[in-house]
């Protein structure tokens, strides 16, 4: 069974696992099959050519120490193929990009992204006023632009539209606060603090007129709605003196006043104080004035505006939708509308059949696939199936409460599965693969939201595991405006594609503005003074003529793009197998003698296997052995096992 975390209905998360414990001595072994180099058409792009290039590789299996290793690298994984984009070749150059979490800073829309979502769980979000600004694809959208503009362009409707709205709304609240002083007199009645037996009057709360507001001591509160039921009380018991005495006197407790003791002044101060006590009313002050049930709008009372930054009462204008009665809408929609429940769920992956349905919903929806596309066994392949052998906690500090693997993290909303984030947990980072989520909530973007909670994630487990630092969001391309969203998660390092050191995002950006693909870290050693001119890529050298600190013209962050990895599956993409050369590539980064090999089920070194091939099957398998050492490294060449079959 899965291990169910409760998320309080604001925003604090834990994570768990339900995975099982083991009793795993060592993390296993990489079996890899070099599938060559492969072209295919970019998704990204979208060239009708078949423009992007990268090298592939089916693992068998895989350590997760090995792939942390090859993520280091600029390799991803689809299923259990893995791919590393040809950077100085393909169409669309792709930049592994990581954050380290606890430098982590949130922009203005991350947290308004955050807020919306406790807004939703707190029942105080607008929910059908969001929907209707979600964002409709073609047709549908440029429909309802036009539709907006129409109503826009005639002010005498929006103006109509807005009084009638606003109309409605002070009728409600004026009837949920006439209820609660209904509501806190029969309290009053049934403690024997008011006489019973008698038919008091119904309260009527009505709204307080800008010219008739009273402010109080140095205007450090505004009345906004009143009410003068106390009085009408105070003269129904009045009227009722003589069967007060003769019916209900010995009812009335010692501590109750007697029924001429009942002053508007007295009933108005007891109403009130119950009515205080309401957890409804926070960010209101219920008083009593001179007989009066007054309801003040607290000057520093803080509310959340979707569109807005934090908004105090006192600073918003007398005049139009953004003034203090507009805030006191967002408090009667909390009145309305119930709190809503968040649970989530970590659990190793495995094909799960509500999962299914909601990926093949988000696919058809939001990326408009076809229905027939997107098969069960397709999903299977791309999210569920995966080569990283799972490793159980430890308790040591170097492996966190969950193990290390894959996982599927699910977001529940009120029992009904919203999201799904696929990700990787490895030795040194959490690895963010892929995230779908229910159409329906698209006004929440959950893709955001779902990349804040992994990277608080990382945060909370540095405790358990001391390695665990870093957040990978995958590929940035800087040429795709969809994927620009990933720098906002500052601040961020891009892999550089030559020489595999971190640059920061900051430094990357000018250059990747003029040319998509950059030996990064050259420029990042020239920044920091270091003598790198022999290492300088033409490239770069003509860079250095041009003005590298102007202006970003782009924007760095898409406001309504989610956190979507656009990766191929092996089986729809042509791998094509280098063959052209057989003797050599040319470029021999190290000696392949210690490459380890896996034939007929015997694992050996190339230089003890070496003997066993005639010399047209050796020179071409040193040829792709040499080619493997390149795309993976030396170190890694040894440590994974080559599988000929």
């Not at 009273?214 to 505004?222: A, C, P, R, T």
């Amino acid at each position: 069974m899965a291990g169910k975390m409760k998320k309080s209905e604001a925003s604090s998360s834990n994570w768990r696992s339900n995975s099982d414990s083991g009793n795993i001595n060592d993390r296993g072994e990489s079996v890899v099959v070099d599938c060559g180099k492969r072209r295919s058409s970019c998704g990204y792009c979208r060239s009708t050519g078949r423009t992007s290039f990268s090298h592939g590789l089916w693992a068998h299996s895989i350590t997760v120490d090995d792939y942390q290793d090859l993520l280091d690298r600029g390799w991803r994984r689809s299923g259990c193929f893995l791919y590393k984009p040809e950077m100085e070749k393909t169409c669309c150059p792709s930049y592994t990009i990581r954050l380290r979490a606890r430098d982590f800073v949130p922009n203005k829309e991350q947290l308004r992204v955050s807020r919306r979502i406790e807004r939703f769980l707190d029942g105080t979000l607008d929910v059908k006023q969001t929907v209707d600004h979600v964002e409709v694809p073609n047709t549908s959208k440029a429909r309802s632009i036009c539709a907006l503009h129409e109503v826009s362009s005639s002010a005498s409707k929006e103006s109509f539209s807005c009084n009638n709205e606003e109309t409605k709304m002070e009728e409600h609240i004026t009837h949920f606060f006439s209820n609660e002083i209904d509501n806190a007199v029969h309290t009053c009645v049934e403690s024997r603090e008011f006489p019973c037996g008698f038919e008091l009057p119904k309260a009527s709360v009505k709204k307080v007129a800008r010219a008739k507001r009273k402010l109080l001591v140095e205007g450090s509160e505004d009345l906004l709605y009143s009410s003068n039921i106390a009085f009408q009380i105070a003269a129904t018991l009045r009227r009722a003196l003589p069967a007060l005495k003769d019916v209900h006197q010995s009812s009335m407790p010692s501590h109750s006043p007697k029924g001429n003791d009942m002053s508007p002044k007295f009933i108005a101060e007891k109403l009130a104080s119950y009515l205080s006590q309401l957890p409804e009313t926070k960010g209101l002050s219920i008083r009593a004035c001179n007989g009066h049930i007054n309801f003040y709008s607290e000057e520093k009372q803080t509310y959340m505006d979707e569109d807005a930054e934090i908004v105090t009462i006192s600073e918003v204008s007398e005049t139009g939708s953004g003034g203090k009665d507009c805030r006191l809408k967002k408090f009667s929609e909390h009145l309305q509308v119930k709190r809503r429940r968040l649970d989530i769920y970590l659990k190793r992956s495995s094909f799960d059949p509500e999962e299914y349905a909601l990926y093949k919903r988000y696919q058809i929806k939001v990326h408009n696939d076809t229905p027939d596309h997107v098969t069960e066994s397709s999903y299977r392949r791309f999210l569920v199936e995966t080569p990283l052998i799972y490793v159980p906690p430890a308790g040591d500090g170097t492996v966190p409460p969950c193990g290390f693997g894959s996982f599927h993290q699910q977001y529940v909303i009120d029992g009904r599965l919203v999201a799904v984030g696929v990700i990787d947990i490895l030795p040194r980072c959490l690895s963010s693969k892929y995230l779908f989520w229910d159409p329906d909530y698209a006004f929440l973007s959950l893709g955001k939201y779902s990349a804040l909670q992994e990277i608080g994630w990382v945060k909370e487990n540095q405790a358990h595991c001391h390695s665990l630092q870093y957040y990978y969001l995958g590929y940035y391309i800087h040429s795709c405006s969809k994927m620009r969203y990933k720098a906002a998660y500052r601040p961020s390092e891009l892999l550089c594609p030559l020489r595999y050191q971190w640059v920061s995002f900051d430094i990357s950006r000018p250059l990747l503005d003029r040319k998509p693909y950059m030996v990064l870290s050259d420029f990042a050693n020239l920044q920091n003074g270091e003598s790198s001119q022999p290492f300088l890529s033409k490239s770069l050298l003509e860079l250095q003529h041009d003005d590298v600190g102007q202006e970003d013209r782009n924007d760095s962050f898409v406001d309504d793009e989610e956190m979507i990895e656009m990766e191929a599956e092996s089986s729809d993409d042509e791998l094509d197998q280098e063959t052209s050369n057989l003797t050599s590539d040319g470029i021999h980064d190290g000696d392949i003698a210690d490459i380890l090999i896996e034939l007929k089920g015997s694992r050996f070194r190339f230089r003890d296997l070496q003997r066993a091939f005639g010399p047209i099957e050796r020179s071409y398998l040193e040829s792709q052995l040499h080619r493997y050492q390149r795309v993976v490294g030396a170190e890694l060449s040894e440590r994974m096992v080559y599988s000929l079959g």
